[in-house]
């Protein structure tokens, strides 16, 4: 999975926005399917929302995409899941990936802190993947809940060295 010259590492990537919603609001979007399908790609989210359960996000065709399992669910502070990816055959290879949900109200707005980790070192060309697609996710979230609708925004296409 290591092309060569390429460094592995397990650096975490950290992403924050501030939206203008309520913990319960913004909790709803990100574990909805009606939701995520607006700003996941088209992808809709699965589970039973408790430590231990599996999670999916199913592409539009009913396809797995990432598969994983809840680690801590704390409704509406902290969402964090580890997965795998299925949907693209050059990252099945990849070792899991964190995904850490922290919301915290401020007033009229939540913050929310994504924190993307790395428990095992992965290319690093692979984090340009979640680079690009994160802020698109995000932007896409907030659009929804402050604006009702998402704005199109291609999805990126992955890592170039991938």
């Known amino acids: ?56 996000y199913r592409l539009p065709d009913g396809r797995v995409d990432l598969r994983g399992t809840i680690l801590v669910c704390d409704p509406p502070r902290q969402l964090t899941f580890r997965f795998t990816v299925e949907g693209l ?31 095992e070192p992965i290319p690093e060309a692979w984090l340009e993947g979640g680079r690009r697609g994160w802020p698109v996710i995000l932007s896409g979230l907030k659009s929804l809940l402050e ?4 704005p199109h925004i291609p999805p990126p296409g992955p890592p170039p060295q991938a």
């Open 89 to 119: 055959e050059a990252a099945r290879a990849l070792p899991p990936t964190e995904v850490t949900y922290l919301l915290e109200p401020l007033g009229e707005v939540v913050r929310l802190t994504l924190t993307e980790a790395h428990p």
């Open 1 to 56: 999975m290591t092309e060569p010259g390429s460094r592995l590492t397990r650096q975490d990537t950290v992403y924050v926005t501030y939206i203008a919603t309520t913990p319960e609001r913004l909790w709803a979007a990100l574990t909805g399917p009606e939701f995520t399908r607006q700003y996941f790609f088209g992808r809709a989210i699965e589970s039973t929302w408790r430590v231990g359960a599996e999670l999916l």
């Open 147 to 150: 604006m009702g609708r998402v």
